[in-house]
């Protein structure tokens, strides 16, 4: 168990009690926001580089007069090393939540993506988001990485802990937290490229005034097939 931390040491960024309190003990793993607010489903993917990598799935409420980030994260899995692994992690998760948007982060392992078949066969599914990671986007004082220990402690941030399998994908983030900027953080980092990208993530013909609409999902039986052939 985490320790309380009234205070924090100079290289510590996320205070452990604000992240702490993300934990829904009501909701089960792959559950996500309240189907009356109007959201978008995203998929963000930190490769594996040089060591393990992760992918986020998440709920991010839309609404283009807030500038707060509300996230509900609804998995995280562990993502190893390969092309052929990362490949089949991409597809899985596109097709197990119908996400509306799939970020990934743009560097030397994923620089070649956009010419792979099963790669354009995704954008059938989902609307694809390329994220490229700078000094200026991790620093920005309003929406780079540390900004995710405010959204923390103003609990904008919700993680599913009502199951063992919940809480085994959300102690996942908690220990990124916890180590950040130290140690290895993939989850987290795919979490940020949700923030950075929010703005970009308007749910498909949404308006002011209207509720997100599951109907959004037909013709996916049919497409989905198409994708499921690459796998």
């Known amino acids: 168990m985490y320790q309380q931390q009234p205070e924090l040491s100079e ?6 009690d604000d992240v702490l309190k993300a934990r829904d003990q ?10 009356e607010r109007l959201f978008a489903t995203v998929v963000a993917v930190d490769p594996a580089f040089k060591l393990q990598g992760a992918i986020v799935i998440a709920d991010v409420e839309y609404d283009f007069l807030k500038r707060t980030f509300d996230c509900w994260v609804r998995d995280i899995w562990e993502l190893e090393r390969g ?7 991409m597809i899985k998760a596109v097709l197990e939540y119908r996400p509306d948007f799939l970020v990934y982060e743009d560097v030397g392992v994923t620089q070649d993506l956009g010419e792979e ?13 390329s994220h490229r990671t700078t ?18 402690e103003q609990e904008h941030i919700s993680t599913p802990y009502l199951g063992l399998e919940a809480q085994r994908v959300t102690e996942m983030l908690e220990r990124d937290c916890e180590v950040y900027p130290r140690g290895q953080s993939n989850a987290l980092m795919a979490l940020w490229f949700i923030k950075w990208n929010r703005k970009t993530f308007v749910p498909r013909g949404a ?5 997100r609409d599951r109907s959004a999902y037909r013709g996916w039986s049919h497409r989905s097939k198409i994708v499921e052939a690459a796998v």
Do not use: C, H
């Not at 290289?11 to 452990?16: H, R």
């Not at 000094?135 to 923390?152: I, M, N, R, V």
């Not at 308006?207 to 509720?211: A, E, Q």
């Open 11 to 16: 290289d510590e960024i996320f205070n452990m």
């Open 26 to 35: 009501e909701r089960k793993l792959g559950e996500g926001m309240p189907i």
């Open 83 to 89: 092309a052929a692994l990362r490949k089949e992690a």
């Open 117 to 129: 078949t099963w790669f354009q066969d995704l954008k059938r599914l989902t609307r694809i988001v």
């Open 135 to 152: 000094g200026a986007s991790k620093g920005d004082p309003e929406a780079g990485t540390e900004s995710l220990a405010l959204d923390f």
């Open 207 to 211: 308006l002011p005034t209207k509720m």
